[in-house]
Each structure stands twice: as structure tokens, then as C-alpha cells.
């Protein structure tokens, strides 16, 4: 079916779709790469697949090819008369909503459809608001994410504690989810082509659910603005009184700063801080 649309930089070129950087918008026009992101994400034609910010429609074309239906949240309104292009095309299978993802209500636009695979090149200015947002939503949204980020954010999502990038993200990303680095995409694949390099991020549900994840926002965001100093000081505003107790049920140390302490340990104080 893709050979009857033409390609993708022509579709730029005819919709004046120029990336805005104001959107955070670098596009993915090779469709080798495109393929290669929905096979990482296993989408098969049984799924239902919740695109963001799809620009021209590289990414959609080979979301669509392997069957899955695309629901896709597109804020530029240049690009929802270009996507449209691929309903006919894809025997429907595409449905488009003009919004902001970041104001998007997920759960109602979905549906039934639900929980659904999330498959994006995220716009990198939003990129990480978007994912606490469906960290969040959890299972009630999601089955599996792949997700595009520059390749600094994804580092700290991955990171290990003791590290210099393990910080808030790392540990909210780690409690809530079982994130792994699927591969790298160097800058010069995107156009246009931006300063850095990006990755693709798979997102499996966690072994345990995690409800405390408000919980686990506040004592990271205690503990990590001051990630220099000792738990003790860092915390103390926030845990108050029963300092010593929550530490010593999480099996903190005082001693230990925020980078040394582990994603379970973290989330044994939230559960604590939310009791």
C-alpha cells in the first residue's frame, strides 16, 4: 500500500511542512528506520497503536503497514490535510484528533480500544512530560511503549544509581515501568537534522504495580534538589519529624545521598510518604 503514496519529502514539500522548532519537530522520513521502531514495538495487526505528533506521517505509514489501527494526536494543523492522505489508503485504519498531547485526555479519545501501544518520535520539548503523564495512566492506558528521545534524556532514564544522570526521572521511569534501550538513531537520520543524537525506549509494564507514584514525585523532588547533600538534610522538610522512621523503613541511610540510593528503596519511602 505505501507504494501507491508518494514519498515522504514530497508530501513535505506540497503541505509546506517545514519542522517547527517551536514544536520540537525533527522528522523521520526513512522508512527502514520507521519499520525497524514498529517491529521493536511488536505491533501486529491485532493492536491498536496511539501515535503522537506524526508530523508527515513517516512513522504512521509504517505503523499502518503491519495492519494495527492508528490513532494519532497531532497538534500542527499543517499536517492533519497531509495525514489524511493515508486514510483512504489504509482502509480507515487511521483516525486523527487535532489537539495538544499534553492536554489530550488519552482514556477518553481511546476508549475501549484500551490499553493500547503508545509509538511515537516524540517532540523533544514535551518529551518528558508526556512520558510522566502515561507513567502515570499506567495499565489503564498502555500494554507496551516505544518511544523516541534525545539520547541524554534516555540516558537518564536508564541510569543505575551512583551514576551522574540517575536522578528524578530515572527513578519515576524505573518504579513505574521496565524501560529498555531498543537503539540509537544518529542525528543526521532526522530532518531536519538536530544538535544531538536520539534513542528508542521500550516501555514494558512494571512486575508489581506502583501506586504511589505522587508519593514517589515529591520525595524524588526533595531529595534530588539537593542531590549533594545527605538524605537527612535533603529530606527533612518533607518527612519531617518522623525522619529517622521512614528512613529506617525504606533502609535508607542518613549518611546516603540521593544518587546512591536504589529505585526500590525510593519507592519503599513513597509508599511510607503516601501511607
Known amino acids: 500500500m505505501t507504494s501507491e503514496l508518494p ?5 513535505i514539500e506540497r503541505y509546506g511542512l517545514g519542522a517547527k522548532k517551536s514544536l520540537g519537530q525533527h522528522f523521520l522520513l526513512d522508512l527502514n528506520m520507521t519499520r525497524k521502531i514498529a517491529r521493536t514495538a511488536d505491533v501486529s495487526r491485532d493492536d491498536t497503536v496511539l501515535e503522537i505528533g506524526p508530523g508527515p506521517g513517516g ?5 499502518l503497514e503491519t495492519g494495527a489501527a492508528v490513532i494519532a494526536i497531532e497538534r500542527d ?12 489508503v489504509f482502509d480507515n485504519r ?8 499534553l492536554d489530550a485526555d488519552e482514556i ?10 503508545i509509538v511515537a518520535n516524540l517532540p523533544y520539548n ?3 512530560e508526556l512520558l510522566i503523564k502515561w507513567l502515570k495512566a499506567g495499565d489503564a492506558l498502555w500494554s507496551k511503549m516505544a518511544l523516541m528521545f534525545q539520547k541524554e534524556v534516555a540516558d537518564r532514564i ?9 536522578g528524578r526521572l530515572s527513578v519515576i521511569a524505573q518504579a513505574a515501568s521496565h ?3 531498543a537503539f540509537n538513531l544518529p542525528a543526521r537520520a532526522f530532518t531536519p537534522a538536530p544538535k544531538v543524537d536520539s534513542t528508542v525506549v521500550i516501555f514494558d509494564p512494571p512486575k508489581e504495580n506502583f501506586s504511589q507514584l505522587e508519593a514517589l514525585e515529591r520525595v524524588t523532588q526533595a531529595a534530588f534538589s539537593q542531590r549533594r547533600k545527605m538524605v537527612r538534610s535533603s529530606l527533612k522538610s518533607l518527612l519531617g519529624a518522623r525522619l529517622n522512621d521512614r528512613l529506617g523503613a525504606a533502609n535508607i541511610k542518613e549518611t546516603q545521598r540521593a544518587e546512591e540510593v536504589t529505585v526500590e528503596q525510593f519507592k519503599m519511602l513513597a509508599r511510607e510518604v503516601g501511607s
Open 7 to 11: 514519498p515522504i519529502r514530497e508530501i
Open 59 to 63: 512513522l504512521t505509514r509504517a505503523l
Open 77 to 88: 494543523s499543517r499536517c492533519i490535510e497531509a495525514l489524511s492522505e493515508l486514510v483512504l
Open 94 to 101: 487511521l483516525v486523527i484528533h487535532e489537539a495538544d498531547a
Open 108 to 117: 477518553q479519545i481511546l476508549g475501549a480500544r484500551r490499553p493500547v501501544k
Open 126 to 128: 514535551i518529551s518528558t
Open 158 to 166: 536508564l541510569a543505575a544509581p551512583g551514576s551522574k544522570t540517575y
Open 179 to 181: 524501560p529498555v534501550r
